[in-house]
Structures are given as C-alpha cells and as structure tokens.
C-alpha cells in the first residue's frame, strides 16, 4: 500500500501545526467498537469519541443499515423547496424527547453552522417582535461555537480570534464564573451568584434594548471542561428573562447523553430558548446538527403566507435525507438501549477512578465533569496550584504520551480532557484509567528531563 503520510503536505487539518503534523501524523484506517487503528497497524482506545462524536463506538450495524438503505433509497434533494421522510421522523423523535416546549427545530450539518443560525433566529425573532435595535450578541470569553463569522465572533479566546478579526460589530464577552473562583477565592452559590451580577452589570451598561441573545456552553468545554457553579445557569436564564434576551445553549458536546442526561438542559434545569446541538446526535455517521426553537420563538416565524415571513437561510447539506436516517437510527440506539444511564454509570466510575489517580499523584489538581464529558487538571504544586510554565506544554506532553500508550484524549495547556463513546464497559473505563496513570507518568518523566528546575519534585513521577 502507498506510505499515506508521504501525502500529508496534500491537506490541512484542524487546529494543527502542518510541519509538526507531517513529522508525525496520525492517520486513522480503520475503528471497531471503542478502538481506533492507524496506517501503521497500531491500535488506540478512542478516549475521546473523535471529537465528541463517537457516542456508539465504530461499527453500530443498525446505524450502518439505516445509512445504506437511505443510500439506496434517496441519497439527496434540494433542501429549499423539499423535505423528505427521514427529516420529517427524526424532527418528530428529537422534539419528542427535548426538555419541554420545544415545537420545531431546523436541521444543518455542523456545530458552527447550527450557532450560527441560533444567533440569527434570536435576531431575527428581536426584529419581528418590533425590537430591531436589539442586535447584540453575548457569551463567555474562552467558549467555542465554532469556526465560521458570527460563531467564531461569539468564541472567547485570542487564539482563535485574533488572526481573523476584526468580526461584525455587537458581539460581547463577559467573564464565566470559574474566572472568578480562581481569582478571588469564590465557590458555589456565592460565585454564581458574583458572576450572574456582572453578567447583569454588562448587560444593563451595553442596555439591554440592544441585546438580542446571550450564547454559552451549559459546561464550557475548550475553557477546560468548566462545570458551572450551583443556580448559575438559572440565574443566567433568569437574567436573560428579565432583559428580554433569548437564551442560547450550545449544546454541541453536551447535548445525546455526554453529561449522563439527555442534555445538559436536563441536567441543570434550565431550559434556553434555542438550543442548538450536532456531534453525538448522529454519533459520527454522518454530518448533522441543528437548532431546537421553543414555541414562542418558532411561532414569530410563521407568520402570514403574504407577509412571506422565514427564516433567510439555509445549507445545502441541511436535513440531508442519509443524515437524517443516521440520526433516527443513532438516537433511537441511544434510547433503546439505555446508553444515557451507562454513560452516568461509566462516568461516575472514570471520576472515581481518576480521584484515586490525583489522591497519589501531586500533579494532578482538579478531576472535574459530568458523566463521560472529563478533564483533568495539573499544576506543579498541588498546595498553591501554581501551573507548570507555559512553556513546557505539559497537557500537550500528556497527550503525546498517551498517544504512545495507545489511548487518544484532547489536549489543553495544563489539562487533558476524556469522553470515552457511551457504549464503554466497566473494563474499558479501567484500561483509560490505567493508561491516564502510565500517560502522565511519562509526561513527568519527560517533564523532569527538560526542564528540572519547576519538575524537580516531580522527578519520582508522582
Ligand atoms: C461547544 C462547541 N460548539 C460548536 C462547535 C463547532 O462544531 P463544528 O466543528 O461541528 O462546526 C464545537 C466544536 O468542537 C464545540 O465544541
């Protein structure tokens, strides 16, 4: 067979630097199950579903079939003049099993193309409503919605931003809560309750005749996987109430059972006015997102046949007939055979299993999540939490080691986040826990190697 990374220079890929990629690419051939195979025939446990995706593991025969028989069936139509059967059933499955009041939704292909279209939809519903001042969007600095305009504009961190600024005037940050807890020493009800005021502080001195919606994570997953304090989102949903802002959830991670719930709305209790979500809802078979729209919102675009009122947009790949077939097949698997509950199940046992970790090693300070959406925090000194330096990319050394070991997770500058598929055993999520230790035992070893001033204490690989 052709050496396949001798091609590598043909293409780029996501958030990764080309040269670095090409000196040691991944190239994935082959996935069964909960494991993932690479050109060179080496296996890797999939301890982060792709990206999030993966929720049924490789190789689900029903969402297999169900992909082939739309192939064979109708594999396309226009989606501007046309709907088609499998769109039709699976609206009629999500909005059946969405937190209350969800009437309709509208189908896209990607995560940033369903925010993207949430931001509109809250615009365009200020516009009809006769609010047309009110354009502004808000969120959380370090969030992620995605990499297109108004998505990309709505993400907090320079990172992603600054070589592509300046974006479209009105998007707004304002800090999420764990900025606070670190800083000023605050936790549970008393640091939601000082990030939901400054929330309202911003929203009051932007004036909220002016903001059409605030966007956020329910846990903010690039920011380090960032559980919100307890009542915050309730606060927030209240806040956006009171200003008559729509409530944007971006449920892209969250959302088909990540958190151990059907969503995290389920889990927090809040229900936003949009809720958009992609990823696990086709587990990986097929592109496909969306945006679910609360009654009062999706009614303001019905309005008269001769006022001609819609929503002025759309993609071709949108409600695509093969991804919708995906997306029954997948989420119908995901309710039938109970993976909610194994993933709150496995989720709890991953928690657990990494608490015995960070009970014997000093570099891990914060094992934090919900169900099997998880990061692990280091730092150089568990006392004073004080990070590693920057410079030693200790998440990234993690990651690499990992990678060696043969199990794949995603990587931050000083922490590493798992989300093992839904469908992971009880001795799936003993061999992650198991590898996580042998991982980080050969980053601080490496660690200790190139910088042994800041590893020092480290050095006996604790
Ligand atoms: C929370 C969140 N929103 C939106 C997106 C964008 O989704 P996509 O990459 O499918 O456009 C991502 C991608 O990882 C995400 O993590």
Redesign the pocket.
Known sequence: MEDLSSLTHLLMVDFTQMKAFGEDPLILTEGQGIRVRDDRGKWYVDGISG??VNALGHGNQRVIQAATQQLNTLAFHAPLFSTNAPALQLAKLLTGIAPRGYSTLKFFS????A?EAAIKMARQFAAQNGNGKKFKVLSHYRG????TGH?LAASGSPSWRSVYEPFAPGFIHVHPPFTYGARFGLEGEALSAAAAALLEETIVLEGPDTIAAFIT?PIM??AGVRVPPPGYLERVQAICDRHDILLIF?E??TGFGRTGHLFASNLYGVTPDLLSF??GVSGGYAPL?GVLIQERVARTFWGEIDDNVQFRAGHTYAGNPVACAVGVAAVSELLERNVVNNARRMGERLQSGLRVLAERRQCIVDVRGEGLLIALEFAQDKATREPFPESLKFGNRVHKAARHRGLLIREGPNFVALAPPLVVTEADVDEITELMDQAIGDALTDSAAADPAHLGAHRRGS
């Open positions: 990206v999030f990607g995560g940033a193309e925010n992620y919605h995605g990499g998505a994570e997953l690039s971006d892209i991670i992609g990823k997102s």
